[in-house]
C-alpha cells in the first residue's frame, strides 16, 4: 500500500488556495452590499431633495397665507369686506322662482339568459 506524503509545501498552497477562494467570496458579498447601499443612498438624496423642495413650497404658502394681503383677498372673494369706495353687490334671486328639477334617464336592465351569464364568467365577455 502506498502512503500518501504530506508536504509542507503543498500544504501551505492548498491553505492559501482556500484562504483565497474566501477571501474572494467575502469580497464579492462586500461589494454587492457596496452597490445596494449606493443604490439606496442615491434614491434618499432624490426623495430629500423632493421633500425639501415641499417643504419650501409650503413654507412660501404659510407665509403668504399668514399675510394681510391674503386676508384682505380672502375677504374680497368672499364678499364680506368692501372698500370705501366700493359698492357692494348682492344678487338676491326672485321669491317667486322654482328650482329647475333634475331628470335623470332610467336604466334599463338586460335580462341575460343562464348560458350568457355563464359565458361572461367564465370567457369574460
Keep these: 500500500m502506498k502512503s500518501i506524503q504530506f508536504d509542507k ?3 501551505l498552497i492548498i491553505a492559501g488556495l482556500v484562504l483565497l477562494f474566501f477571501l474572494m467570496v467575502d469580497l464579492n458579498s462586500r461589494l454587492n452590499d457596496l452597490y445596494r447601499l449606493t ?3 442615491d434614491s434618499m438624496r432624490a426623495e430629500i431633495s ?3 423642495s415641499t417643504a419650501a413650497s409650503i413654507e412660501t404658502q404659510i407665509a403668504f397665507a399668514t ?4 386676508v384682505e383677498k380672502w375677504a374680497r372673494e368672499e364678499g364680506m369686506m368692501v372698500m370705501p369706495g366700493d359698492q357692494l353687490i348682492v344678487p338676491i334671486s326672485p321669491a317667486d322662482a322654482t328650482p329647475m328639477p333634475v331628470i ?6 338586460v335580462k341575460l339568459e343562464n348560458w350568457q351569464v355563464w359565458w361572461a364568467l367564465f370567457f369574460g365577455e
Design 67 to 70: 399675510s394681510e394681503l391674503a
Design 9 to 11: 509545501k503543498r500544504i
Design 50 to 52: 423632493g421633500l425639501t
Design 39 to 41: 443604490r439606496d443612498r
Design 104 to 109: 335623470t334617464a332610467p336604466t334599463e336592465q
